[in-house]
């Protein structure tokens, strides 16, 4: 039988590599690109008659005084402009000038989000994850009530939770560093998406664990858990793979007003699938073991 237990330190390091790295960049000044929904603005879909690249437009705004515009080009060759916010004269203003100076052009869609919504929006997202974790805590210890310490099973799938919002938030901040991406409201959508996936796979391998505990197929809790990763991780990176290539061929074709909400959901599904079968099942063991007081233990003689 492979052996998933023994090395469960090494997952460890490899998620902490992770997520300090993306918590250094978050830490960082300017550590996430926050988008419209939460700094205010305005967002407008352009779409030119004449050839236009994103160089011109860009070049065109500065002129004009919107040097801090975002640009985006979609898959039907417009482009979305997220700007500071402007009034219906501004955009009305913005629009003959661009066509004078790059031709005619349309304006698919416009949409301005005031600071009052906007100073709103942050604290709803930061509520609605943690009255998701507090549900989630709270619906697995009472799952789980049939077996021993069923509040540790709660506990290691909130960490498991956590991992993922971090290596996605993480990963992000590094992403909007390099390549300007923003944070938006269907983020917020996606990571709890991300959130109910991965708290399912995690729910997939502990039901095994307690299946296999009723069985008594072992005195040992390590070998019950080893035995029942074993027995669902097929199942769990069939699942997670056909996800994944429907999620990459959304990404490739679909619009770019959803890009950055399908790549929360794969970064989601891939750190819920690693941390679904090598933390939150590793995390039990550990404690079970009492690993983490075994090792408090010895590092405070050496303090002294």
């Keep these: 039988m492979i052996d998933l237990i023994g090395k469960r330190f090494w997952y460890f390091l490899a998620s902490a590599v992770v997520i300090v790295v993306g918590l250094f960049s978050l830490l960082l000044p300017g550590g996430l690109k926050w988008g419209i929904e ?8 352009l779409s030119f008659d004449a050839g236009v690249d994103q160089a011109q437009l860009r070049e065109e705004l500065a002129e004009r005084g919107y040097d801090e515009a975002i640009i985006q080009r979609t898959t039907g060759g417009s482009f979305l402009v997220r700007t500071r916010q402007i009034s219906q004269e501004e955009k009305g203003k913005l629009e003959a000038d661009l066509g004078e100076g790059l031709g005619p052009l349309q304006v698919l869609d416009f949409y301005t989000v005031s600071p009052v919504v906007a100073s709103e929006i942050r604290p709803k997202a930061v509520i609605a994850v943690s009255m998701a974790a507090v549900g989630i805590l709270l619906y697995i210890s009472w799952a789980f009530r049939r077996i021993p ?3 540790r099973y709660g506990s290691c799938a909130i960490v498991a939770l956590a991992h993922d919002v971090l290596v996605v938030l993480g ?3 590094i992403l909007g560093r ?3 991406i923003q944070i938006d409201a269907m983020f917020i959508t996606a990571v709890l998406a991300v959130v109910g996936y991965s708290v399912n796979n995690t729910v997939v391998v502990f039901d095994r664990v307690r299946e296999n ?11 019950v858990v ?3 990763l074993v027995e669902t991780v097929s199942r769990s990176l069939n699942t997670s793979l056909t996800t994944i290539f429907v999620l990459l061929a959304l990404y ?12 929360v959901l794969l970064l989601g599904t891939v750190a819920g699938t690693y941390s679904s079968l090598l933390v939150a099942s590793q995390l039990l063991v550990v404690w079970e073991r009492g690993d983490l007081g075994k090792l408090w233990r010895r590092a405070r003689p050496a303090r002294g």
């Design 38 to 45: 939460f700094t205010a603005g305005s967002a407008m879909t």
């Design 149 to 151: 310490r069923p509040f």
């Design 171 to 173: 990963i992000f901040s």
């Design 178 to 180: 390099l390549f300007n």
């Design 213 to 223: 505990l009723n069985k008594d197929i072992s005195r040992q809790f390590e070998v």
């Design 226 to 228: 080893g035995r029942s």
């Design 252 to 263: 490739l074709f679909g619009g770019v007003t959803i890009r950055n909400f399908i790549l």
